[in-house]
Every structure is written in structure tokens, then in C-alpha cells.
């Protein structure tokens, strides 16, 4: 049996890494690198007319490249998580253009497939209902599988927003506990001062009666004194 184009060979998700190379770096190239064997073998496919068994193994690589390629940017997916917040946002654009990649490749290969399936290229033994019906399930498949994508997506997210406003909610608990700790502050001393008040106040009482009792006993004094000085 003749071999398919380079490029149809086995390939690892995950290589071995050079001491100078990060994970993510790691990931990064390997994933170039399966795009680019994915685009080689979508463009093979018209090179298969006259043997629908090659075109059909060729169909079934290129399917098995495209899952790796998805586990790749799923594990990219969890180390950018482990990523310092100002990290995080650059990878993340990265992944995010990895992930559009991705999504024109399937386009693509679904596209190239279907013109296929409908000249007979890859099974000529079926009708034309159903290679139409293959072809509707293909794409209601690619449909669900767009979705998941999507709804994954949004699941992570989800889960950024709900760790900032976590983190949000941690710093205006310790703001609103410390407006607290100031308020009992404030209140002890408006009670130290309200006793200060009350004390001078007394104080001021009792000196005023002290003060009248002395003019009495002066004026009593002076009555006296006159009372006798006249006599």
C-alpha cells in the first residue's frame, strides 16, 4: 500500500522539554505544528479521487489530528490558569487565537470533506441520500461540537469573574470591618466626652450654689453689721 503525504504520521501531544523551554512554550509549538500537518492533509484531499480506501484513511487522520490538536489547547487551557493575573491576560489572547485556528480548520476540513463525499470520493458504493444524510449528520455534529466549544468557554469565564468578585468581596468585607473597628472608636470617646460634659456640669452647679451661699453669708454680714453699727 502506498503511504500518505508527510505529515500522516503518529504525533504525541506532549514532547519532551528542552530545560530552556516553558510548558506553555511547549504546547505553543507542538500546536503549530499539528495546524500545520492538519492544512497539509486538507489540501491532499483531491489527490485521492481514484482510491476512496486512501481518502478515507486520510479523512480519518485528519479527524484524529484535529482531536489532538483540541486536547492540546485544552491542557494549554489549565496551565494558563496556573499563569500570575498579568500573564494570564497575554496567554490567554494566544489560546483564544489558537482556538479560532482550530475552528476555521474543522470549517475547512468539514468543507473539503462534503465536496468530497459528494462527488463519491471517499465511498462510492453509497447514494446520493445517503452521502446527504452522512453530510447533515457531519454538520449537525460540528454544530454540537461548536457549541460545547462555546459553552466551555464561557464556563472558565464565569469562573475568572466569579474569582475577581470573590476577591472584591474579601476587600470590602476588611473595608467594612475597619469603618466598624472606627465607628466603636468613635463612639468611646463620644461617651468619654458626654461624662466630661456631665462632670462639668455638676461642677458648675455646685459652684453656683457654693458662690450664693457665700453672698448669703456675706449679705447676712453686712446686715448685721449695720443692725449694730446703728444701735
Same mark, same amino acid.
Given at each position: 500500500? =502506498?503511504?500518505?503525504?508527510?505529515?500522516?504520521?503518529?504525533?504525541?501531544?506532549?514532547?519532551?522539554? +528542552?530545560?530552556?523551554?516553558?510548558?506553555?512554550?511547549? &504546547?505553543?509549538?507542538?500546536?503549530?505544528?499539528?495546524?500545520?500537518?492538519?492544512?497539509? @492533509?486538507?489540501?491532499?484531499?483531491? *489527490?485521492? $479521487?481514484?482510491?476512496? $480506501?486512501?481518502?478515507?484513511?486520510?479523512?480519518?487522520?485528519?479527524?484524529?489530528?484535529?482531536? +489532538?490538536?483540541?486536547?492540546?489547547?485544552? +491542557?494549554?487551557?489549565? $496551565?494558563?490558569?496556573?499563569?500570575?493575573?498579568? *500573564?494570564?491576560?497575554?496567554?490567554?489572547?494566544?489560546?483564544? *487565537? &489558537?482556538?479560532?485556528?482550530?475552528?476555521?480548520?474543522?470549517?475547512?476540513?468539514?468543507?473539503?470533506? =462534503?465536496?468530497?463525499?459528494?462527488?463519491?470520493?471517499?465511498?462510492?458504493?453509497?447514494?446520493? *441520500?445517503?452521502?446527504?444524510?452522512?453530510?447533515?449528520? @457531519?454538520?449537525?455534529?460540528?454544530?454540537? @461540537?461548536?457549541?460545547? %466549544?462555546?459553552?466551555?468557554?464561557?464556563? %472558565?469565564?464565569?469562573?475568572?469573574?466569579?474569582?475577581?468578585?470573590?476577591?472584591?468581596?474579601?476587600?470590602?468585607?476588611?473595608?467594612? +470591618?475597619?469603618?466598624?473597628?472606627?465607628?466603636? =472608636?468613635?463612639?468611646?470617646?463620644?461617651? @468619654?466626652?458626654?461624662?466630661?460634659?456631665?462632670?462639668?456640669?455638676?461642677?458648675?452647679?455646685?459652684?453656683?450654689?457654693?458662690?450664693?451661699?457665700?453672698?448669703?453669708?456675706?449679705?447676712? %454680714?453686712?446686715?448685721?453689721?449695720?443692725?449694730?453699727?446703728?444701735?
Amino acid at each position: 500500500r =502506498d503511504r500518505l503525504p508527510s505529515g500522516h504520521a503518529a504525533r504525541a501531544v506532549c514532547t519532551p522539554l +528542552q530545560s530552556n523551554m516553558s510548558i506553555l512554550d511547549a &504546547y505553543e509549538t507542538e500546536v503549530q505544528t499539528l495546524f500545520g500537518d492538519i492544512r497539509n @492533509n486538507i489540501s491532499t484531499f483531491s *489527490t485521492y $479521487e481514484a482510491d476512496p $480506501e486512501k481518502g478515507s484513511s486520510l479523512v480519518r487522520h485528519v479527524e484524529a489530528l484535529l482531536v +489532538q490538536a483540541s486536547d492540546l489547547l485544552k +491542557q494549554m487551557e489549565i $496551565e494558563v490558569r496556573s499563569q500570575d493575573t498579568s *500573564t494570564r491576560a497575554i496567554s490567554n489572547q494566544k489560546l483564544t *487565537t &489558537y482556538k479560532e485556528t482550530l475552528k476555521g480548520l474543522r470549517a475547512d476540513f468539514a468543507r473539503s470533506k =462534503d465536496a468530497s463525499e459528494r462527488h463519491g470520493l471517499f465511498d462510492g458504493t453509497q447514494s446520493g *441520500t445517503q452521502r446527504q444524510r452522512l453530510l447533515d449528520a @457531519n454538520q449537525k455534529l460540528e454544530q454540537h @461540537n461548536d457549541l460545547i %466549544a462555546g459553552a466551555k468557554r464561557t464556563v %472558565a469565564e464565569t469562573e475568572d469573574v466569579a474569582m475577581e468578585i470573590t476577591q472584591e468581596l474579601a476587600r470590602n468585607r476588611e473595608k467594612i +470591618q475597619s469603618a466598624r473597628d472606627k465607628t466603636r =472608636d468613635f463612639m468611646g470617646m463620644t461617651d @468619654n466626652a458626654r461624662r466630661l460634659i456631665q462632670s462639668m456640669s455638676r461642677r458648675e452647679v455646685q459652684q453656683k450654689i457654693i458662690l450664693g451661699f457665700v453672698a448669703l453669708v456675706l449679705l447676712t %454680714a453686712i446686715g448685721v453689721a449695720i443692725y449694730y453699727s446703728l444701735g
